[in-house]
Structures are given as structure tokens and as C-alpha cells.
């Protein structure tokens, strides 16, 4: 859905909350400079998420052409219907070592599902924290809220 922001933010007279601009600003505040984005082939592949987040300074890994297959197709074919297997979780777990081993001081999980099967033991340590853009997001629809009702006050 974020692909067609652009064209929301246009139509719209109040204002979208990105989650590419949300997950960055987590980010940068954690002083990341260099991330792996995991998602969907779309997500990794096209510029409409990637490119906001390099719009905020990031740079952005994503997984070699056979990773982002894996990864496409664990989300469509296992998480979207719920399944959740070990074996999926286990090659994830190796998609994140290789992008960290590239240079990814963290890991964006660019998508909804990828949280039923990835968690932070899953990292390396603390020293790679993962950025579940699903709670990011929340986190920061609630902020703007709360920021929007002071503003009223």
C-alpha cells in the first residue's frame, strides 16, 4: 500500500504517516547508519520503500537475488496463511546473518508477518537490532495522535 503514498499524500489534506519515514526515524535515532531490509519482493526490489528510507540518510542492503525469493516466498506461501515452520525461520535467520555480515548494522522486517517468525534472539546479539515496522508503526500513529490532541488542548 505504501507504494501508492505519493498519491494519498497529494489527494489528502491531512497528513500520512509513512512507515518507511517511521522506521527510519527509529533508526537514525538508534544511530544505525546501515540497515537489511526483508519484506516482500516489492519492498526489496522497488524504489517506493527503499528510497524513503535512503532519503533519510540510510544506506539499504537487501538479499541476493535466491534470498529475496526465499524470503518472497515464505511471506506469500507460509506466514499470509499462517503457517509458521522452522525450517522457514532458520533460512531467515541466515538471510539476516549474511546481510549483517555485508555490512547491516540492523534488520528492517519490512513486513507484517515476518514478526510471527523472526524475533530479536533471532539477530546477532543486541548489537543488530531488528526494527519490526508493524510496532514501529503504532508506536508512532500513537505519538502523532497524542501530539495532535495537545495541539487542540
Known amino acids: 500500500m505504501h507504494k501508492v503514498a505519493p498519491a494519498i499524500e497529494g489527494a489528502c489534506t491531512i497528513p500520512l504517516l509513512h512507515l518507511a519515514d517511521a522506521t527510519a526515524d ?9 540497515v537489511g531490509l526483508l519484506g516482500t519482493a516489492f519492498t526489496m526490489e522497488q524504489d517506493f520503500y527503499r ?17 529475496r ?4 516466498r515464505v511471506i506469500y506461501d507460509e506466514l499470509c496463511h499462517g503457517v509458521v515452520r522452522e525450517g522457514s525461520r532458520r533460512r531467515f535467520v541466515e538471510v539476516i546473518h ?16 515476518i514478526e510471527l517468525l523472526i524475533s530479536p534472539d533471532d539477530a546477532e546479539g543486541p548489537e543488530v537490532p531488528l526494527y519490526p515496522t508493524t510496532t ?5 500513529a500513537v505519538e502523532a ?3 495532535a490532541t495537545e495541539d487542540t488542548s
Open 26 to 34: 527509529a533508526v537514525v535515532r538508534d544511530g544505525v547508519a546501515t
Open 51 to 67: 528510497g524513503r528510507l535512503e532519503n533519510h540518510g540510510l544506506a539499504v542492503l537487501v538479499p541476493d537475488a535466491p534470498s
Open 69 to 72: 525469493a526465499d524470503v518472497h
Open 98 to 113: 549474511e546481510l549483517v555480515r555485508r555490512g547491516a548494522q540492523g534488520i528492517i522486517l519490512g513486513c507484517t508477518e
Open 136 to 140: 514501529i508503526h503504532a508506536h508512532a
Open 145 to 147: 495522535a497524542l501530539a
